[in-house]
């Protein structure tokens, strides 16, 4: 008995190039025997459970924490501990209970934490058929070691990564792996070690799914070592990226926090040093100017505006697992779009039939049998085709699919089988056959099954009145060489249809040749040596999985958006440049992994801006890829539905992975999950992803120049030595119910009319540009203006302080509430139709805050709390006229803006 090996001793891991008896032997196993319950229970021991490990969850209570982990919160927080120092405890209760809230919100919205490692783990089969002790049984596939022989079944899935033994007519779907579209045909010879994952036809790995056939093999990596696994792992080295909108509020809250720092202490000095103000009642100032400085309300309103922006994307199709990637979406510059399932409906389509005297097109996509048959641009009836007839009548009968129509949830039509079978049965059915109606004509008495020795399916059948025929299905080039003349009666032409099949291998497709044979009456039983040249070739059929009609159109808007649109795909080049071609996708230029291998990262950053099209590329390229792209300043977003996807989906600024057909590993390290799996939802989304970063905009256009006045007021009455025109309590009572109406007005704003026809935003752009900056401070110089006039000219009629400051307030509410209609346009102007209708929950919102602000003023609960008084009509003639003021200035200065054609910030 040898003692099983730790994985670190494991010689060599290129099992593919290995013979079966070599690998046997490394596991010390016998094939007809298998290990025996000693042995696996030692490399149970040595190799661990064939699951892959858990990353510990992160605590509830640290989510919590890092609600609180903004400079801003750290600046409201010392504010609220300097204020109960000073035993003003509504003041503090105030800071302290906005602080709260919003860290609840936040904590609330925040998505659910990355499960990738568990979606793979997800893919490993629970049961697997084995060998052991000579005997074949059932168990856990989570108990499979190193050297195991494993049967595989039609439609399992594979446990653990195999070394193939035995095939018979086995094919594995390995598209959630390599991206390839169709189903592999299996063997058992070695491969070359640089072979690529495709290309190791000897070899079935974990989490692959068994088309047809069958096949016997033993594990030679389980868990962590497994392919699976090692794409597992490849996820766990990639960091969570930060978003552009997290970057630049995280770079604005820094700037914030040390400018507010700055003037607090300059304004300390200056009231302490300058005009002797007593040390107590600057501190209050300047706990003032702290708390009127600081947008409290926009970590809340931020969060808000993503979350409506996030259920109008569900409505559309569009489901978001992380708030900020609702904003990523409208910074987006690159696509990178994996090719099946994505770009294509991953079903095979047969689109041409290749006669001996016409070639006829196939309209109509995947497995649902509507479609037309063209000769040119002519629509023919395929009933009243012979050829065509033969042609159909062999598909359906040498074939061993089923096709299913799909559920009333779900109207796509299923196969059951062969990928490429049941598109043969969609085609003719297409072409007018009933499947049902020919089996039952013409039985089915042998099968020669395919083979990838001989890559043919030979089927014989008897007709009502017992004459006998076989049909023929393959590889062109083993059928055309069984075949001696073609349908018509001529002499088969081997190199005309050569020049044929060419053509449509030129253009992407999968050739099959279909032929029949007339056998002599009574025959029952054949076998390879009846498959001699004695075939009448009835024509050729070229299959694709063609992309969907709606993702041309999508990628054609995304260019007009000024968006690159690159396709990744672990197929084959040519398969992945027609495709391209169909798409619509600038340059023809072909990059395959093997060339990406060679190239160092300085010359893959040359080359990827110049190429659309990349082919037979592993996770490893993706991610390099997309490396690659971000290293240029480029922000991407890649989609994807394969397991191979998955890590560079969580490497990109923002992963899309297909909701229907995407496997669960896609999916959880993705961003936005499409769940109708179409590429075009995608230009849907950024279209709303751009409208929600403007709402953004917005807001903070709104917010920041507010606060701006707000402090100004105060700075101003220190330098002036003047009473405080507004308490910090006050100034936080008008935050926070301006952002709770006004400021959330401004997340329904529809998008702009042609959002999608201006290019996307630079990565590097700061979120306050230089006009921002001026219009803000032009803003702000109006606030501390009206504001004081008010103040002033309230204590100059012979007003209280009280009475002075409740004025004060309602100038900076009726103030903010006019600029909101200002600021709902950037530059167009205000003064329009649908001023009140474009956006009915802005006025909605201006309603509640002026019945809100009427309790402020009249109510005496919060005339206690805040040391208000009621005001007189006279007093709020004078509010409402320097309102008015502001609302026009504002709009001559976007005037200004749109007569030197500036049209956003």
């Keep these: 008995m040898t003692v099983a090996r730790s994985e670190d001793e494991t010689p060599t891991p290129d099992w593919h190039a290995q013979t079966a008896e070599a690998v046997l032997h490394t596991w010390s196993v016998q094939a007809n025997q298998g290990l025996t319950a000693e042995v696996v229970a030692e490399r149970l021991e040595a190799y661990g459970p064939n699951r892959l490990a858990a990353a510990p969850p ?44 919003n860290a609840i919100i936040g904590y609330v919205q925040e998505g659910r934490a990355e499960r990738a490692l568990d979606a793979v783990r997800a893919l490993l089969t629970n049961r697997a058929v084995v060998l052991r002790d000579g005997t074949r049984q059932e168990v856990d596939a989570d108990r499979l070691v190193p050297g195991d022989i494993v049967w ?25 792996l390599t ?25 079935a790995y974990a989490g692959t799914v068994v088309a047809v056939g069958q096949g016997v093999g033993v594990v030679v990596a389980t868990a962590g070592r497994s392919e699976m696994g090692r794409i597992g792992a490849l996820m766990g080295t990639v960091p969570t990226l930060v978003t552009p909108l997290t970057r630049r509020l995280d770079q604005m809250a820094r700037q914030m926090t040390i400018l507010i720092l700055l003037v607090g202490f300059v304004t300390f000095l200056y009231g302490y040093a300058v005009r002797g103000l007593p040390t107590l009642e600057l501190f209050l100032a300047v706990v003032g100017l702290a708390v009127a400085a600081i947008p409290e309300g926009l970590p809340a309103v931020v969060t808000i505006v993503l979350a409506i922006g996030t259920r109008v994307m569900a409505r559309n199709h569009a489901i978001i697992r992380r708030l900020p990637a609702v904003e990523t979406l409208g910074s987006v510059t690159v696509i990178c779009s994996d090719k099946t399932g994505t770009l294509t409906r991953n079903q095979m389509t047969v689109v041409q039939a290749i006669l001996p005297e016409q070639t006829l097109g196939v309209t109509g996509s995947g497995y649902r049998p509507e479609g037309t048959f063209l000769l040119g641009d002519l629509p023919i009836d395929p009933l009243r085709n012979e050829g065509l ?153 070229g299959l694709i999985d063609p992309p969907r009609e709606e993702a041309i159109e ?74 690659a792209l971000q290293a240029q300043g480029e922000l991407v977003a890649m989609t994807g539905d394969g397991v191979n996807d998955a890590p560079a989906l969580k490497a990109a600024d923002i992963g899309v992975a297909m909701g229907q057909k995407g496997t669960d590993a896609a999916r959880e390290a993705a961003d936005l999950v499409l769940t109708d799996d179409n590429f075009a939802t995608i230009a849907r989304a950024i279209k709303e992803g751009r409208a929600v970063f403007d709402n953004i905009q917005r807001s903070l256009l709104f917010m920041l120049p507010t606060n701006g006045g707000e402090a100004g007021v105060i700075m101003l009455s220190v330098f002036a030595g003047l009473a405080l025109p507004v308490t910090p309590a006050q100034i936080l009572w008008v935050n926070t119910v301006t952002a709770i109406t006004l400021a959330l007005a401004l997340a329904f704003e529809p998008a702009e009319r042609r959002i999608m026809l201006r290019p996307p935003r630079k990565p590097s752009a700061p979120l306050i540009t230089r006009l921002f900056a001026l219009r803000l401070i032009f803003v702000s110089v109006l606030m501390v203006t009206a504001t004081f006039m008010v103040f002033e000219w309230t204590l100059a009629r012979g007003g209280s302080l009280d009475a002075a400051r409740t004025a004060a307030v309602n100038m900076l509410v009726c103030g903010e509430l006019v600029y909101l209609f200002n600021v ?82």
């Design 389 to 541: 007839g033969a042609l159909a009548q062999c598909a359906v009968l040498c074939n061993d699919a089923q096709l299913r129509p799909g559920s009333a949830a779900d109207d796509d039509w299923q196969v059951v089988g062969d990928p490429t079978e049941g598109a043969l049965l969609t085609f003719a059915q297409k072409a007018g056959a009933i499947a049902s109606v020919l089996t039952a004509e013409f039985p089915r008495v042998d099968t020669v099954p395919f083979d990838a020795a001989h890559r043919f399916m030979a089927t014989l059948h008897h007709d009502q009145d017992g004459h006998a025929v076989v049909f023929l299905k393959g590889a062109p080039e083993a059928v055309l060489g069984r075949c001696t003349q073609d349908i018509s009666g001529m002499t088969l032409d081997a190199r005309d249809w050569q020049r044929l099949i060419h053509q449509a291998a030129l253009s992407g497709e999968r050739v099959l040749a279909l032929a029949r044979a007339d056998m002599p009456t009574g025959t029952t039983q054949i076998s390879l040596a009846d498959m001699t040249p004695r075939f009448t070739l009835l024509g050729l059929v």
């Design 554 to 627: 999508a990628v054609d808007t995304c260019r007009l958006a000024g968006l690159q649109v690159k396709m990744i795909t672990g197929d084959h080049a040519v398969t992945a440049a027609a495709i391209g071609r169909q798409l619509g996708l600038g340059g023809q230029t072909v990059l395959t992994g093997e060339q990406l291998d060679l190239m160092d990262d300085a010359r893959l950053r040359s080359q990827v801006s110049e190429t659309d099209i990349f082919a037979r590329a592993s996770p490893e390229h993706k991610l390099r890829l997309v490396a």
């Design 58 to 101: 992160r605590k509830a209570w640290i989510r919590l924490i890092l609600q609180f982990h903004n400079p801003l919160i750290y600046v409201l927080l010392a504010a609220g501990g300097v204020t109960l120092l000073l035993r003003d405890f509504v003041d503090a209760g105030v800071i302290f209970s906005v602080v709260v809230i």
């Design 824 to 905: 709902r346009h950037f530059v167009a102007s205000a003064f329009r139709r649908d001023l009140f209708t474009e956006n009915p929950v802005a006025l909605l919102m201006a309603v509640l805050l002026i019945g809100i602000q009427s309790a402020f003023t009249y109510a005496p609960p919060l005339q206690t709390v805040f040391h208000t008084v009621g005001l007189d009509a006279v007093s709020w003639a004078m509010i409402l006229g320097l309102s008015f003021l502001l609302f026009v200035l504002v709009e001559g200065e976007k005037a200004l803006l749109r007569r030197r054609r500036v049209m956003g910030f």
């Design 179 to 203: 991206g390839e579209s169709m189903p592999v045909e299996k063997a058992t010879a070695p491969v070359p070690a640089a072979h690529a994952v495709a290309d190791r036809r000897c070899m």
């Design 152 to 176: 595989l079944e039609p439609g399992g899935r594979v446990p653990a990564d195999l070394r193939l033994l035995q095939t018979h007519s086995l094919r594995i779907n390995e598209a959630v």
